[in-house]
């Protein structure tokens, strides 16, 4: 085969401290050469090049949080539909939540999602396994063997862990190995029937809400946990500003939690409620919060606090999504709207490009221990070539999930994941997705 060039990139590699024009080759799967120096017009002839004046080369796009709904719930997305809408949105790699059905909560299960994952050949895939046996709540499930089928982290996502003993458990059990717990964090008596972030727009509205301090306790909650067992915690969805500083002040002490926030928590408020009068692709949980939340969310991605954005890309069909509001299920999808909402932080001067970067690829990669997240030489070649200035008008449509629950509907974005390398290999590029023999369609 031969070598991948991508030149005359502006080349975003905070891991090597790197944000310049710079010239990529890749071979046998691997970045084999960064270079200030544009190639040999022999070289450049011999080779696969990849265009990338005005454009952005960065790390590949790592999701610590999506939904891929299979097995079970194949008509809303599925392994192969959620890697094509991956690569789409510029993500090389995701990491998917266990809430199937069945649950993710044994080998046999985290070996059929990776299967999947091979034969759909698009993004790497990892699985994460349940804490407790069918995210139940009670019992630990087999998580030393959940790792060794391939899981990267262990989440009950979409149900907090509510007894503190079985969480104090989980992080005790996964320090052995230094894994992760991602925790949803969310007290249920706090919840209640609440059906979207509690303040002046759920009065005015008539809806129930979910307070801020249902978040923030659960936090502290495990914040405490982690202090008594020394395990790694990684806080899922992160929504509120009292969040944010619980998160914050527990770096500062140097205790082991990361988390990460999603883009419609940083882009949206609960006005979106209103606005689009109960439009159900709003409701989300968390909830959409209050100016307030939005803006220490916004704070903490450009302060540190915030290690990764993640998008919880939760597909629903209509049959889910199409009742009145306090009925719908809670998610929006969110891989092929990520970039263009997070290149917004840029263009707002929130954060340098160099800081989306860490967000999108190095600090996820750090979370979890995976591979990726720079442009190093001798890495494998995961990189996302972004387009910052396309614009485009998200057209559900036109998404590559099978779901099109999306708040972003008729929006008009800025920016685009003009290809996505996988391993060395393009897998989209200009909108088509590679398909089996690296034919593209
Ligand atoms: O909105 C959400 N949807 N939040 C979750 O925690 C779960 C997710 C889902 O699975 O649909």
Redesign the pocket.
């Known amino acids: 085969m031969s070598e991948l060039l991508i030149v005359n990139g502006r080349l975003l590699d905070p891991a090597n401290r790197i944000d310049g024009v710079r010239h990529l080759a890749i071979d046998g799967g691997k970045v084999v050469e960064v270079s200030e120096k544009p190639f040999a017009a022999e070289r450049l002839r011999q080779a696969e090049v990849l265009e990338a004046k005005d454009c952005w080369v960065m790390p590949g796009f790592i999701d610590l949080h999506v ?1 891929l709904r299979e097995p079970g719930q194949e008509y809303k997305e599925t392994v192969a539909s959620g890697s094509a809408a991956a690569v789409a949105g510029g993500f090389s790699t995701v990491c998917c ?1 266990p ?1 199937t059905k069945p649950v993710n909560d044994n080998a046999s299960i985290t070996e059929f999602i990776l299967r999947k994952a091979r034969e759909a050949d698009l993004a790497r895939v990892h699985p994460i396994g349940a804490i407790s046996k069918g995210s139940k709540g009670e019992e630990l499930a087999e998580i030393g063997e959940l790792r060794q089928a391939g899981c990267v982290a262990i989440s009950d ?3 907090p862990v509510s007894s503190s003993a079985l969480m104090r458990r989980a992080l005790e059990y996964t320090r052995t190995f230094g894994m992760p717990v991602v925790a ?1 964090e969310e007290d249920l008596c706090l919840v209640g029937k609440g059906v979207m972030h509690e303040g002046k727009v759920s009065t005015r509205l008539g809806l129930r809400g979910i307070p801020g301090a249902a978040e923030e306790s659960m936090i502290a909650r495990d914040l405490a946990l982690v202090e008594l067992t020394g395990g790694r915690l990684h806080v ?2 992160i929504s509120c500003a009292g969040s944010v500083r619980l998160v914050r002040e527990a770096k500062r002490r140097g205790l082991p939690v990361t988390c990460e926030a999603a883009p419609h928590h940083f882009t949206l408020t609960d006005e979106e409620v209103a606005r689009s009068q109960y439009g159900t692709s709003t ?4 909830p959409l919060r209050a100016d307030a939340d939005r803006e220490a969310v916004l704070e903490g991605l450009a302060d540190g606090t915030i290690d990764a954005i993640a998008t ?1 890309h ?3 069909s209509i049959v889910e999504k199409e009742l009145e509001y306090d009925l719908a ?4 999808i969110g891989l092929e709207t990520a970039l263009p909402l997070s290149l917004e932080l840029v263009r707002q001067n929130r954060i340098e490009p160099l800081r989306l970067a860490e967000l999108l690829s190095t600090g996820p990669a750090c979370c979890f221990k995976l591979a990726g997240g720079s442009l190093s030489v001798g890495v494998p070649a995961d990189v996302t070539v972004v387009a910052p200035g396309e614009a485009w008008t998200c057209e559900p449509a036109r998404l590559h999930s099978k779901s099109k629950n999306t708040p972003f509907a008729g929006w008009q974005l800025k920016g685009r994941a003009k290809a996505t390398v996988v391993g060395g290999r393009i897998r989209q590029r200009d909108g088509a997705i590679s398909t089996h023999g690296g034919r593209e369609s």
Not at 283 to 286: A, D, E, H, L, R
Not at 329 to 332: I, K, R, S, V
């Open positions: 939904h939540m809430n996502d979409g149900r949803h899922a969805h409701k989300v949980n968390p919880d939760a597909p629903h299920a809670n998610g929006m």
